[in-house]
């Protein structure tokens, strides 16, 4: 009869036979919980006596806080780990990080170091098996709570010193690429920020092919551009589901070009009159929760034979022979656009934007040429991000595949 008490991974380093043998955490780990200190006990300012304040708006970059200097052991050192262990965001791991730390955090540490590799612990935590023994332990109430003795009651397996190095090891290589992949990934979006920033600023222009200079751009007013287009009316959520395709909301907000494949779907009946949307039309959302956010813009870009458009938003259907489509697509995501289109935000919890508001707003514009020119570049940055950015996805998809087969 098998011995329960021991198992093997589906993936292992050749050099490695042994069984892993089942224990808890309880036997491997101790857990700290941090301390909760009042807001009117935390400062903004950076002082010699005060340290971090390791909170999840913190670690997300949204505020940094500091706390005097207490005489606490719940103090995170870099190389620590910690999770989050109650809220929405129960089971995340953190590591890198220096301070106090909150008590909505465990901070988990081996008890013998020369036994448990914490690099292997802090990948153990991640595993799905773990994840859902913490969720499942944490309880069904409205706020999830994991405590230390549901914690201390997880099942751990536990391998040879060696193997733990050795895996630890190749997984921060992984780690180390995405990490890479990423910086490049955000130089080239910072590099991409700036060319538009000089483009529509007119602080960079483009020469045509023999190295001239294009015209100067012109001032236009949108309603010369184009006429406004209307989203689906009289439909019920019944409508929806099945049918023709229609942009939704997000996709407009999410990205400047429409991904078809995100498109949802809507019935339409020979009765109805609804507006179909075609190649180059820009999509704007006309309502949102703040006034950066309002009209927000997106460009079809593809050939299509029947598409229609969301309520919550407004199309412009433009005249192509003055604005090219692709370019479109950058001068109205571009901040010289935006800092004329916030403005026009109405309301006070939730925000709205009137088409005739909208087509009174000028536009300086370059010849077709050079509209052309400025399209194409920004374009070959685009593809160049996509294409690091599904190299970052796969390799998240790699790691998630060996979490689960590297580990019991």
Known sequence: ??????????????????????????????????????????????????????????????????????????ICEKEDIIITRTGSGLGQIWTNNYGVFHNNFFKVEPINKKEVVKRFLYYYLL???????????????????????????????????KEQQKIASFLTDVDDKITKLTKKKTLLEQ?????????????????????NEFPKWELK?????????????????????????YIQYKQIFDSSKINIEDCGFVEITPSDNQTKMKYGDVFFTTSSETPNEIGTASVLLDEVEEMYLNSFCFGFRVLQSVLYPSFSQFLFRSNSFRKKMIP?????????????SFLKLKV????????????NFLSDIDVKIEVLNTKIEHSKSFKKGLLQKMFV
């Open 1 to 74: 009869m098998a011995n329960i008490n021991k198992a093997l991974p589906i993936l292992r380093f050749p050099e490695f036979y042994n069984k892993w043998e089942l224990k808890f955490f309880s036997d491997v780990v101790k857990v700290n919980q941090g301390l909760a200190i009042l807001r009117s006990e935390r400062f903004l300012e950076y002082a010699e006596n005060r340290l971090p304040y390791i909170t999840i708006p913190a670690l997300e970059g949204k505020r940094i806080e500091y706390i005097e200097n207490p005489k606490t052991s719940v």
């Open 364 to 375: 300086y514009l370059p010849s077709i040429e050079e509209q052309i020119k400025i399209a």
């Open 127 to 161: 595993t799905n098996t773990v994840q859902r023994k913490m969720w499942v332990s944490a309880g069904v109430g409205a706020i999830p709570d994991l405590n230390h003795s549901d914690f201390y009651s997880i099942p751990y397996y536990k391998t040879e010193f």
């Open 221 to 245: 007013k949108l309603s010369d551009l184009g006429v406004t287009l209307n989203g689906l009316t009289g439909k019920t959520k019944e409508n929806f589901g099945s049918g023709k395709l």
């Open 344 to 356: 026009l935000a109405q309301g006070s919890t939730r925000y709205n934007i009137s088409k005739s």
């Open 191 to 211: 590099y991409k920020k700036g060319i538009m920033q000089k483009t529509f600023s007119q602080a960079l222009r483009f020469k045509d092919d023999n190295g």
